[in-house]
Structure formats: C-alpha cells, structure tokens
C-alpha cells in the first residue's frame, strides 16, 4: 500500500491536530506550511515534518499527494485552488469558503479534477454517532419528527477576548454559525438522513466590541450566538440554539432526535454514551465494539472502557480520506459538496437573520460528490 504523502498548511491548533492524525494514519508528513518560512520551520519541528515551508506552492513542488488546508477561513479558496491546479487532492478545513459562490466554484473544480476532496465533519466519526445514525437510518423505523438540540462554548465568553473569527474579513459574514452551527447541521442531516429545508433564525452578541489590533476596541459585527427554528424535508421540526459565549460551557455539542418509538440523545463531551428513549424504558447503551448493534470497525474500535476521542475521530476521518486517495471510498466521509451544503445553510440562516422572515435553502441537485 503506497503511502500518502502530506502537507499540512496553518500551524496553529488544527494544523497541530491534522498532523497528528496525518501519522496515525500511516501518512508521510511531508511539509508544514506557515504563514512565514520561519513559522514553516517552527511548524515543521514540532509537528515532525522534514520540510518547513513559508508558501503552499514550496510545499506542493516537494511532491505531496495531499494538502491540509488549516487556515483562517478567508484563506482557504487560495490554498485549495492552489492544491487542486497542482493535481493535489485537498483536505479543507470547514467552513469551506466564507461564501457560497466560492464553495460551489470550489466543489466544482474538485469533480472536475477528479481529486478527492474532504471536509473534517468530524463528529460523524464518534461511534455513538454512528449507532444513532444505523437505528434511526434502519429499515422500518419511524423516523424522528423533531430535531434538537445546541453547540455551546466559552471562549469568547471574556469581552476582553478576541481571535481573527471576529473580524469578517477573514472569518466570514457569520462567525459563531458558521464556525460551530455547521458542525451541528451536519450532524443533524447525517444521522437522520433528512434534509433542512427552511430556516428562521435570529442572531446576537454577547460583547458589542472586543480588543482590535491596536489595543482599541473594534465593534463586533458578527454573532456570538444563534437561535435557529428549521424544518427538514420529510416535515420534521427542529430548532437549535449556537453560542461562543456561553459561560461553562466548553465543546458541548449535543442533539435530541425524538420519534414516536425512540428518541436518542448524544453528548460529545460524553461520547462514550448514546442515550436511547422508549416510550415504556429508556437505556444508555455504552460504545462497546464487541455488543451486537455497534457499528462496524473501524468507528470506535477501541476495546470498551477506553474511550474514543476526537483525536480519534480525526485519525478515523484522515484514514477515510486516505483510503478514499487510494480508491477506497469509506461510507459517510465529509466531501466537499457536504462543506457547499454548509455554506448553502449558513447563508439563509444570514438571510433569514436579516429579514426576520423563513427561508428556504436551495436544492443541491447541481452538486458534485467529490
Ligand atoms: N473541524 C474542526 O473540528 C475544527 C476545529 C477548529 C477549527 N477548525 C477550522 O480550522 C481552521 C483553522 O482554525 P484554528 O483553530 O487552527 O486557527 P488558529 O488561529 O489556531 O491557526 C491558524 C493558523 O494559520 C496560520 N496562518 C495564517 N495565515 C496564513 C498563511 N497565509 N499561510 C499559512 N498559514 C497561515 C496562522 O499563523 C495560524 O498558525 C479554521 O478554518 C477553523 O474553522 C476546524
């Protein structure tokens, strides 16, 4: 089996977590890219590669098969263009593009270059997703008719905290949406299998300004948080509650999908555990790869009693994209159309915001898999 050959650009937290997974999936990291050739360097000794690059073009003419884009979300569209002209195929870091024009151009450009091309949905990779994805999805199940549920954090809880998220020329129009709601939706549509098809949404801020540059205090112009009520196409309601300045809370992205005959409930601060609801008991199965009804190897194949963990998730995802280069495709693995899906929702929920009304989201019949 060829190993695949990788370059990692951005070297801040994902940069360190793609790494990471990269070598744990058995891939070459090759390169890591900085947004200098000494922060290339500093890159590339921490992370273990053997060259530390200053461009994504240094890094492409050493030879890689596949570049990990892990920079601020304005920044994307160049890298993946860049790897894609060079017949590289391209693993982009969500949100894909700050706009939707850019992530259908982008989509586009990867079916026609027959690359594979990923997005690091990651959460569809905890086994517990996977088992409340295989009930719901099963033959027979009355499917869920309301969806639920948040994704809260903290980090910019502190008025005093800021990130270049905050400034919409480089995060994009929607900030705490588009940085941790799409996570939500994908997992939302992933473990149904209904499509949102509608949403009304309003936004907030938690801080009106926040520390620019200078030390001066710069309005904040985009939302710490989101309230979001949609519908899915087989009529199902839903609403979902999106906040970066939710004090206490850390990575607590959590969903409720309730049917007549089960409802199931997951955590993943607490992913070891599915919640299932009956309508005369309920039970918490415990991911155990040797219990009848787990999902198949390899989600989630550590003995029980050693949890899984989103490092976990992000090797399992970066060893699906691998097999995928190699022309194994592994079911369930985030495409490029599935990062075009979360523009598409990002955008009416921007839309919606602004005219306080309901708003459909487009059919998605023109994309590609990639
Ligand atoms: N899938 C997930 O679970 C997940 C989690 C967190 C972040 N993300 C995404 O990952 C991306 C990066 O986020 P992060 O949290 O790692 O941010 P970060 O600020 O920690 O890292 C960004 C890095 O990009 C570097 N950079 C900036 N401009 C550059 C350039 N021109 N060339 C090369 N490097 C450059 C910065 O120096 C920094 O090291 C974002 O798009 C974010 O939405 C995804």
Known sequence: MRTVRAAVVGTGFMGA??????????????????????????????????????????????????????????????????????????????????????????????????????????????????????????PGAAPPWLLHGSYLQDWLADPGATNWRVDAEVGGPSRAFADIGVHWCDLAEFVTGQRIVRVLAQLGRSAASRPGPDGTHVPVTTEDGAVVSFTTDTGALGSVVISQASAGRKNALS??????????????????????????????????????????????????????????????????TYAAIRGRTAEGLPRFADGLRAARITEAVLASAACGAWTDIPTDTEEQPT
């Open 17 to 138: 977590v793609h790494s990471r997974s990269i070598i744990a999936a058995g891939g070459d990291l090759v390169a890591v890219v900085g947004s200098s050739p000494e922060k290339g360097r500093a890159g590339a000794e921490a992370f273990g590669a053997a060259l530390g690059a200053g461009s994504v073009d240094e890094a492409l003419d050493a030879g890689v098969d596949v570049l990990h884009v892990c920079t601020p979300n304005a920044l994307h569209a160049d890298h993946v263009q860049a790897a894609l002209e060079a017949g590289c195929a391209v693993v982009c870091e969500k949100p894909l593009a700050t706009d939707v024009a850019t992530a259908d151009r982008l989509t586009r450009l990867a079916a026609r270059s027959g690359l594979i091309a990923t997005v690091p949905f990651v959460y569809r990779y905890y086994a517990s997703v996977r088992e409340a994805r295989a009930r719901i999805q099963a």
């Open 255 to 320: 969903f409720s999908f309730d049917g007549p005959d089960a409802s199931y409930v997951f955590h993943q601060e607490t992913p070891e555990t599915l919640w299932i609801g009956g309508r005369h008991a309920n039970r918490t199965v415990t991911r155990d790869p040797g219990r009848p009804g787990s999902p198949p190897a390899p989600y989630g194949a550590l003995p029980a009693g050693h949890p899984q963990g989103y490092y976990e998730c992000f090797a399992d995802f970066v060893a699906d």
